[in-house]
């Protein structure tokens, strides 16, 4: 095993970083949170789709409950979406600019979702929406 | 890496894309990918809504409109496909992760059982939805 490690890595001794699965257990932690999150999430969708009235929608959202649950959807979507993109570009793409732009292009899509959601959302939710 | 020596036969390939059998847990992985690619526009689709509810009832009105159109509705029954599919087949992978599930009869039968959940929750839930004037 030792013939494996980096003359660095076999002086300091440390082993690994510790680190390394931040991913992948975020990735799983996400999908439990997301399979409640999203059947909670085709309900309202069934729900607001029924009238598909603005003021149906409005007050919906005006639910401290419901406003919780749609950010607390949204800001799980974007991070497990943000991570499963990252894999599949690192999967396919191997060129390094290529790569680096795709997967920078990529945060900024996936913060910038959820940015711009979590903050219309809660906009409305707080009473701000134009009526 | 070795050198391959001047008149030495031809070695094998490893199998490509095109000469496998498909089989269920292959098309299961594949579409994993494939569902998991389309949420990510189901998600910005999600963002639209939200951006449409806060800019005023005219805007949302715009938003819904396009969202019920013949395209609109085919994009958000891919999506409810895609939602299904992929939560089955998300389920799977954590019982995989569990190491529970890998024997072939195992991985076969919950592959199916995953595309079939795909396609029957998200009839029903569309079915629904007709019946209670959604559309």
Redesign the interface.
């Known amino acids: 095993m030792a013939g494996y490690r980096t003359p660095l890595g076999r002086a300091r001794g440390l082993g690994s970083a510790k680190h390394g699965v931040g991913h992948f257990i975020g990735q799983?932690v996400s999908?439990?949170a997301?399979?409640f999150l999203?059947?909670w999430g085709?309900w309202s969708a069934?729900f607001l789709?029924?009238s598909?009235d603005?003021?149906v929608?409005?007050s919906w959202?005006a639910s401290p409950v419901n406003a919780a649950l749609v950010v607390l959807t949204?800001l799980a979507?974007?991070y497990h979406?943000r991570i499963?993109?990252a894999v599949?570009v690192e999967d396919y793409v191997h060129r390094p600019a290529t790569k680096a732009v795709l997967l920078i292009a990529n945060l900024f899509?996936c913060y910038g979702?959820a940015a711009?959601?979590v903050?219309?959302?809660l906009?409305?939710a707080f009473g701000?929406?134009?009526? | 890496m070795a050198e391959v020596s001047p008149g030495a036969r031809a070695r094998p390939l490893s199998p490509h894309l095109q000469v496998w059998r498909w089989h269920a847990t292959m098309a299961a992985s594949i579409l994993h990918r494939v569902t998991g690619v389309a949420l990510y526009g189901g998600a910005l689709v999600l963002a639209g809504w939200a951006l449409a509810l806060a800019s005023g009832p005219g805007a949302y009105g715009q938003y819904v409109g396009l969202l019920a159109s013949i395209p609109g509705k085919i994009v958000l029954f891919a999506v409810t496909v895609s939602v299904f599919f992929h939560m089955a087949n998300g389920v799977r992978h954590l019982f995989w992760d569990a190491g529970k599930g890998f024997d072939l009869r195992t991985a076969d039968l919950t592959a199916w059982i995953a595309f079939a959940f795909g396609l029957v929750a998200a009839l029903a839930v569309w079915a629904i939805a007709a019946l209670h004037g959604a559309f």
């Open positions: 799983r999908a439990a997301l399979v999203v059947l085709v069934f789709a029924r598909g603005y003021e929608a409005r959202l949204a979507a974007f979406m499963g993109m599949i899509v979702g711009l959601t903050v219309c959302l906009k409305v701000g929406g134009v009526s």
